[in-house]
């Protein structure tokens, strides 16, 4: 039963973005924002989280936090909450390719051990500490929560190398490291674990999937990997906020520890 007139309405939740200065994070925190939520927008980096929250206007703020630092989301939970109030909902969204886009693009038998290190603390690391540090905000409240994790179709599926052949990002070739599709799937392995884990909390854990959104890449990288896609074309960013919307909302009052999977069909094939 839809809660309200208007479906996925966030009227009075406070919600907080992990990666919210990101491609689909400010998309996220945009669309949070205009159903009636507040937004804490979390960024590694405060400008991006800052320029954000400006646009959005009052009823968000932006923090700095590296989500990888246990210190670090304490700490931006605590001014969270003191700012705030509570927090409603967490979108965990954040994600790295490191700061050195060509060793996250390494082949495989190659990859250096701290760049997997590196990707895997924010990755999935980040969500499990965040989840942590939140969880204890719902658990305090009493009032139950919705937490969105954001995973990936290499979370689900192995990648066809077919699809980077002559493709290129960022002034270099590409392809999808081992690392990505691993830490991904472990974000799908542990929303499900926390939707067991607190649904008798009224605490509900889904996992959003989307499938690939132009981020640089090439044309040659949008032809192929759209030749893959049932639907043809790669998806749009704002074509994930509706999937997003429902799952953080009240009137997907009984689904928890679901994949949703905003592909195109490309994991149905």
Known sequence: MVTSEQPFRLD???????????????????????????????????EAAEAVASDIG???????????????VRETVDAIVAHFGTIDILLNNAATKTDDVRAFFAEFEDYDPAVWREVMSVN?????????????VMLGNGNGGRIVQTASIYGLVGPDARIYEGSDYL????????????SK???VGLTKWLATHWAHKDIRVNCLVPGGVGSGQNSRFAELYSAKVPMGRMARAEEMIAPMLFLA???ASYVTGQVLA???GWTAW
């Open 12 to 46: 009075g939740d406070v919600a907080l973005v992990t990666g919210g200065g990101g491609i689909l994070g400010s998309q996220f925190c945009r669309a949070l924002a205009e159903a009636g939520a507040m937004v804490a927008i979390v960024d590694i980096s405060a």
């Open 58 to 72: 009052l009823a968000a703020r932006g923090f700095a936090c590296d989500v990888s630092d246990p210190l670090s």
């Open 124 to 136: 999935i690391d980040g969500m499990f500490l965040m989840s942590q540090a939140v969880g204890k």
């Open 171 to 182: 002034g270099g070739p590409i392809n999808s490291p081992a690392v990505y599709s691993a």
């Open 185 to 187: 799937a472990a974000v």
């Open 249 to 251: 909302s009240r009137d």
């Open 262 to 264: 905003s592909d195109g």
